[in-house]
């Protein structure tokens, strides 16, 4: 399973921004997905995930209500809509996939988000 994730770039506070993640490999349209960040200084977090399904999406506390996960089977893609973005959002943002909810074993490179106040 390979990852690719694009789309970050430098935004201002309240924007909006929309993140890609392109997977690759059989396995990947069962695995589930999702986005993890990790701020300078700081330890990686998790972000959002969804099920293999697509049908189900959990948040991190953080982004709910202003960030949406979805994934596009047919386009093998893991999306992420981020809407009225914090400085505090600003991170490497990276996409990962997995068997199962935590178990995370493959990681795609990271895409850099930077939010300005």
């Known amino acids: 399973v390979q990852l690719q994730a694009s789309g970050g770039g430098l935004v201002q506070a309240g924007d909006s921004l929309r993140l890609s993640c392109a997977y690759s490999?059989?396995?990947?349209?069962?695995?589930?997905l999702a986005w993890f960040r990790q701020a300078p200084g700081k330890e990686r977090e998790f972000v959002a995930r969804a099920s293999w399904r697509g049908n189900t999406a959990t948040y991190a506390d953080s982004v709910k209500g202003r960030f949406t996960i979805f994934r596009d089977n047919a386009k093998n893609s893991i999306n992420l809509q981020m809407n009225s973005l914090k400085s505090e959002d600003t991170a490497v943002y990276f996409c990962?996939?997995?068997?199962?909810?935590?178990?995370?074993?493959?990681w795609g490179q990271g895409t850099q988000v930077t939010v300005s106040s």
């Open positions: 490999g059989r396995a990947a349209s069962a695995y589930a």
């Open positions: 990962a996939a997995g068997p199962a909810p935590n178990n995370w074993k493959y």
